[in-house]
């Protein structure tokens, strides 16, 4: 099985896209590249790229664009990409998309797949705000899908499970909103390309694997 082309999965947080990425790294031995762990190596590296990323990130900044397209580049640029790569919260806007879309060229990858997970606002829901975390061993819960056996108490060690503050609904809601606002456009330019496939990605993971093999599949012929 050979992939030999960039894939990108579009999808709120929730959506499962980090799971599924690196399943599909592993089948088809390609890197699963997220741009918040090449800056993290970078910077670990101290790479001139690094050297320019750390002060920003350090501020809490957002790391301005053409600084991560260069970096981008430089890492599609290595070995391990050749027989393609899985891109997992990249690109988030269209002047990303577009700047990644040179970049490919450039190498010689030609036109990404995109995988949108569609995944509706209740479903994201239970998933993200059902979540509950021991305040003891960080064991994880969800009161919906895999509650523990007394309401708040951790099953392990007793301790008192807690809500983190990512993880409440309200703001779970408005990183579903803040999400659609930005990539409604990202899926549209991918889709005028024809390059736009899309996963119901509200199903269970095994199933949403399924769905992905199969485009893959038809992607090589
Ligand atoms: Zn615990």
Redesign the pocket.
């Known amino acids: 099985m050979a992939l030999k082309r960039a894939l990108i999965f579009l999808g709120p947080p929730g959506a499962g896209k980090g799971t599924q990425a690196k399943r599909i790294a592993q089948a088809y031995h390609v890197p699963h590249l997220s741009t918040g762990d090449m800056l993290r190596d970078a910077i670990a590296r101290g790479t001139e790229l690094g050297r320019l990323a750390k002060p920003v990130m350090d501020h809490g900044d957002l790391v301005p664009d053409d600084l991560v397209m260069a970096m981008v580049e430089e890492r599609l640029a290595a070995r391990d990409c050749d027989g393609g790569c899985v891109f997992d919260g990249f690109p988030r806007t269209l002047p990303q998309a577009q700047g990644l879309g040179a970049v490919l060229e450039r190498l010689g990858f030609g036109k990404p797949l995109v995988v949108d997970f569609h995944v509706d606002e209740e479903t994201l829901l239970r998933r993200l705000a059902g979540r509950w975390t021991?305040?003891?061993?960080?064991?994880i819960y969800n009161i919906y899908v895999a509650p523990p056996k007394v309401p708040g108490i951790?099953?392990?060690?007793?301790?008192k499970?807690i809500q983190r503050s990512d993880d409440r609904p309200e703001v779970v809601t408005e990183r579903f909103r803040a999400y659609e606002r930005q990539t409604k456009p990202l899926a549209e330019y991918y889709r005028r390309q024809g390059v736009l496939e899309v996963v119901d990605a509200s199903r269970s993971m095994e199933e949403v694997s399924r769905a992905l093999a199969g485009i893959l599949e038809r992607a090589q012929k």
């Open positions: 021991c305040s003891v061993g960080g064991e951790c099953d392990r060690d007793g301790g499970l």
